[in-house]
C-alpha cells in the first residue's frame, strides 16, 4: 500500500496538473461548471458500470474521471475566489464529523439503521440543511432511484410498513388497478396506475434489502446475454430475426437459459 505522504504528493500533482492545463489548454480554459455538468453524469454512471462489473481497474480509472471533475470544479472556483479545494475538504470534513456523534460526540449508535436513522435526522438540524424531509432528494436524479430515495427518507422518520410482507398486498392492488385501466382502455391512466404499480415494486425491492437499480440492471445484462445468443444462432443458420416464429427464438433462448447465460 502506498503511505500517507505518497497520497497528498499524488493529489498535489493532480492540483497541478489542473491548474496549468486551466492555464495552456484551449479546450480546458474554456469550460465552465454548465459545460462540464453533463460529463459528469456521464463519467459517475461509467463508474457505476465498472463496479457493477467488478472491473478493478476500470474502477480505477473512472474514480480518476470522477475525481478530475471534481478538482475541475474546484479549479474554476478559486479562479473567481468563490471557492477552492480546501473549502470543498473543509465542508466535507466538518459535515462528516456533525453528522458522526456516536465517533465524534457522546452519541450511542449500536447499528448501521441507527447511525443512518440518526444521519437523517442531523441532516434537517443543520443550519444550512434540508428543510423538509424530501426536499435533499435531488430533482435530476433517474426516475427508479428518485423513487427508492424518496421512499427510504420517508421511512427514516416513521413513514412505513411496520411488517415487509405487507407490502405485497399493495403490489397487488396496483397491479389490480392497471388491469381495470387496460380494460377500461384509459391510455392516460393506465400511465398513471403502472406508475404506481412501479413505485410500489420499488418499495418492495427496498423493505427486503434489494437496491431496485442493481436489480433492473442485472436482469438487462442476463437479457442482453441471452438475445445476444438467440441472434447469433439465427445469423448461423443463415436466418434473420424477422424470419424467425417466437416458437423457434423460444428454442434458442431456453438453450441459453440451460447455459446459465
Given at each position: 500500500?502506498h503511505?500517507?505522504?505518497?497520497?497528498l504528493?499524488?493529489f498535489?500533482?493532480?492540483?497541478?496538473?489542473?491548474?496549468?492545463?486551466?492555464q495552456?489548454?484551449?479546450?480546458?480554459?474554456?469550460?465552465?461548471?454548465?459545460?462540464?455538468?453533463?460529463?459528469?453524469?456521464?463519467e459517475?454512471y461509467?463508474?457505476?458500470?465498472?463496479?457493477?462489473r467488478?472491473?478493478?481497474?476500470d474502477?480505477?480509472?473512472e474514480?480518476?474521471?470522477?475525481?478530475?471533475?471534481?478538482?475541475?470544479?474546484?479549479?474554476?472556483?478559486?479562479?473567481?475566489?468563490?471557492f477552492?479545494?480546501k473549502?470543498?475538504?473543509?465542508k466535507?470534513?466538518?459535515?462528516?464529523?456533525?453528522?458522526h456523534?456516536?465517533?465524534?460526540?457522546?452519541?450511542e449508535?449500536?447499528?448501521?439503521?441507527?447511525?443512518?436513522q440518526?444521519?437523517?435526522n442531523l441532516?434537517?438540524?443543520e443550519?444550512?440543511?434540508?428543510?423538509?424531509v424530501?426536499?435533499g432528494?435531488?430533482?435530476?436524479l433517474?426516475?427508479l432511484?428518485?423513487?427508492?430515495?424518496i421512499?427510504?427518507k420517508?421511512?427514516?422518520?416513521?413513514f412505513?410498513?411496520?411488517?415487509?410482507a405487507q407490502v405485497?398486498?399493495?403490489?397487488?392492488?396496483?397491479l389490480?388497478e392497471?388491469?381495470?385501466?387496460?380494460v377500461a382502455?384509459?391510455s392516460?391512466?393506465?400511465?398513471?396506475?403502472?406508475?404506481?404499480?412501479?413505485f410500489?415494486?420499488?418499495?418492495?425491492?427496498?423493505l427486503y434489502?434489494v437496491?431496485p437499480e442493481?436489480a433492473?440492471?442485472?436482469?438487462?445484462q442476463?437479457?442482453?446475454?441471452?438475445?445476444?445468443?438467440?441472434?447469433?444462432?439465427?445469423i448461423?443458420?443463415?436466418?434473420?430475426?424477422?424470419?424467425?416464429?417466437l416458437?423457434e427464438m423460444?428454442?434458442?433462448?431456453?438453450?441459453?437459459?440451460?447455459q446459465?447465460?
Amino acid at each position: 500500500m502506498h503511505t500517507r505522504e505518497e497520497v497528498l504528493a499524488s493529489f498535489s500533482r493532480l492540483l497541478d496538473v489542473m491548474t496549468e492545463l486551466r492555464q495552456k489548454c484551449p479546450w480546458d480554459k474554456k469550460q465552465t461548471f454548465q459545460s462540464l455538468r453533463c460529463n459528469i453524469i456521464e463519467e459517475v454512471y461509467e463508474l457505476t458500470e465498472a463496479i457493477m462489473r467488478n472491473d478493478k481497474s476500470d474502477i480505477v480509472k473512472e474514480l480518476g474521471d470522477v475525481l478530475l471533475h471534481i478538482v475541475f470544479y474546484a479549479q474554476i472556483g478559486s479562479e473567481t475566489n468563490d471557492f477552492n479545494m480546501k473549502d470543498v475538504c473543509d465542508k466535507l470534513c466538518d459535515k462528516l464529523i456533525f453528522r458522526h456523534p456516536h465517533i465524534y460526540g457522546n452519541t450511542e449508535t449500536n447499528t448501521p439503521e441507527e447511525v443512518k436513522q440518526n444521519w437523517e435526522n442531523l441532516k434537517l438540524k443543520e443550519k444550512d440543511g434540508n428543510k423538509s424531509v424530501l426536499s435533499g432528494v435531488p430533482a435530476t436524479l433517474p426516475a427508479l432511484i428518485k423513487a427508492y430515495r424518496i421512499q427510504d427518507k420517508a421511512a427514516n422518520v416513521g413513514f412505513d410498513w411496520s411488517d415487509p410482507a405487507q407490502v405485497w398486498n399493495k403490489v397487488r392492488e396496483e397491479l389490480q388497478e392497471v388491469e381495470d385501466e387496460v380494460v377500461a382502455g384509459n391510455s392516460d391512466a393506465i400511465e398513471a396506475e403502472i406508475g404506481d404499480l412501479l413505485f410500489s415494486i420499488v418499495n418492495a425491492a427496498r423493505l427486503y434489502h434489494v437496491n431496485p437499480e442493481n436489480a433492473i440492471e442485472r436482469t438487462n445484462q442476463k437479457f442482453i446475454r441471452r438475445f445476444n445468443y438467440l441472434e447469433q444462432k439465427t445469423i448461423k443458420q443463415g436466418k434473420d430475426l424477422h424470419q424467425m416464429s417466437l416458437e423457434e427464438m423460444d428454442i434458442f433462448w431456453n438453450e441459453a437459459k440451460k447455459q446459465g447465460l
